[in-house]
């Protein structure tokens, strides 16, 4: 009986623990190599204080590439153009100065919106940055009541630890 305890207690805490990343906005894939292709899945665990989640928008961040996002049935759509803070080159002589700086995906009616109890995707994909190290997506989550913004980002390194509203990590790895 003492061994079953010593388990169980064991199971709970790592269980515990373990919920804590399943808490807030993040990424699926949570590591890219330096200028590779990169397809952005931002997961959206829960709503707003026991509501339903109505408007998901991402901030894309500096060097990120390219922006495309994928279409989601009963969402609307939208970008935000601007000047990019790191212009790139085309592949093709030319330079590009602006792209999407934001992707919002906004329910399209109150029967498209993310209930409280259920878990989704948004999706986009761009090119990763040239500089190797940590990436944070800005996410501001809108609900029925109340929002939230995933936009807290530690002074140095990458560890969330203490964070109440963290942004999603995406850890830029350097090429083999």
């Not at 969402?75 to 935000?80: E, I």
């Not at 212009?87 to 330079?95: K, L, S």
Request: charged residues 20%.
């Amino acid at each position: 009986m003492k061994h079953f305890c010593i388990k169980f207690a064991a199971t709970c805490a790592l269980l515990v623990g373990g919920s804590t990343a399943f808490a807030h906005v993040s990424l699926q894939e949570r590591t890219a190599t330096v200028l590779s292709t990169y397809k952005a899945i931002v997961r959206v665990p829960h709503g707003c204080e026991g509501s339903a989640t109505k408007l998901i928008k991402v901030t894309v961040p500096a060097g990120f590439q390219g922006v495309k996002p994928m279409p989601k049935p009963g969402w609307n759509l939208s970008t935000t153009l601007g000047k990019l803070a790191m212009p790139y080159d085309d592949g093709h002589g030319g330079r590009v100065t602006e792209g999407v700086t934001e992707v919002t995906w906004a329910a399209a009616s109150k029967d498209s919106m993310l209930p409280d109890a259920h878990y989704d995707e948004f999706v986009f994909r761009g090119r990763v940055p040239k500089e190797a190290g940590p990436v944070w997506f800005k996410v501001f989550q809108g609900c029925e009541k109340g929002s939230t913004h995933w936009a807290e980002t530690p002074a140095s390194g990458t560890s969330d630890k203490g964070l109440k509203h963290p942004a999603a990590l995406l850890e830029i790895l350097p090429a083999k």
